[in-house]
């Protein structure tokens, strides 16, 4: 069976400072692999994708970054964090047919 | 935005009652599906609507799909304290790479 896993579950970072967001899936190859950020009480905002490795869609302007390394796993990344970088943020993947997405538990980042 | 949206954005019932929630699009799309999130949780994915579908049933859960008004409801039955959750619908737009996730309802279900 397919796991998707992320980690940390939790952070705290200070304003300024970087962010290294991993997220890995096993029990399935060549996955399609996004990730979200949801604000508190809201929707999911689709922040990168990816079909292959090294393959990164972005669709917002940010300054958070997204890379792909191996086949199964997914990073997100940031030089300098600013306070509104906080929510909570998904990794998800599917098989590429838009037919079922599978969440990650999700990280809480706080920037202060 | 080609976000959905779906109202309520709250809702609150018994235990036993039935739930229903509603979703709008603004574009055509291939499928529409919705998705269960607990407090602080991942997604989870409940059911999957194509668009030459009309209604499809999940155990206790019911969902209709109208494109022509460009609209879905989720009709949770005989509701649970465990059934306390955000809800949300998901569009494959046509031409798109990803799925549209809307807002949510946040259903609370009172024992």
């Known amino acids: 069976s397919q796991t998707i896993h992320q980690w940390p579950a939790t952070l705290v970072q200070p304003v300024g400072s970087p962010l290294s967001l991993e997220c890995t899936v096993e029990?399935?190859?060549?996955?399609?692999l996004y990730w979200y950020r949801q604000a508190a009480g809201r929707g999911l905002q689709l922040l990168f994708y990816?079909?292959?490795?090294?393959?990164i869609s972005s669709e917002v302007p940010q300054n958070l970054s997204a890379s792909r390394p191996q086949d199964r796993q997914f990073i997100l990344s940031s030089k300098k964090l600013l306070l509104s970088d906080s929510g909570f943020y998904l990794c998800?993947?599917?098989?590429?047919?838009?037919?079922?997405?599978?969440f990650g538990p999700g990280t809480r980042l706080t920037v202060l | 935005s080609q976000q959905g949206e779906e109202d309520p954005q709250a809702l609150s019932i018994q235990e036993g009652e039935n739930a229903t929630m509603n979703c709008s699009y603004k574009t055509s799309i291939n499928n529409l599906q919705w998705y269960r999130q607990n407090s602080g949780r991942g997604l989870v994915h409940l059911i999957l609507i194509r668009s030459n579908e009309r209604e499809k049933h999940s155990g206790r859960l019911r969902v209709t799909l109208d494109t022509s008004k460009k609209s879905s409801s989720l009709l949770i039955t005989a509701s649970r304290a465990a059934d306390t959750a955000s809800y949300f619908c998901a569009t494959d737009q046509t031409g798109a790479n990803n799925l549209f996730f809307g807002t949510g309802t946040r259903l609370t279900v009172i024992p």
């Open positions: 029990g399935t190859s060549n996955p399609n």
């Open positions: 990816s079909v292959g490795i090294g393959q």
């Open positions: 998800a993947w599917d098989r590429g047919q838009r037919d079922t997405q599978y």
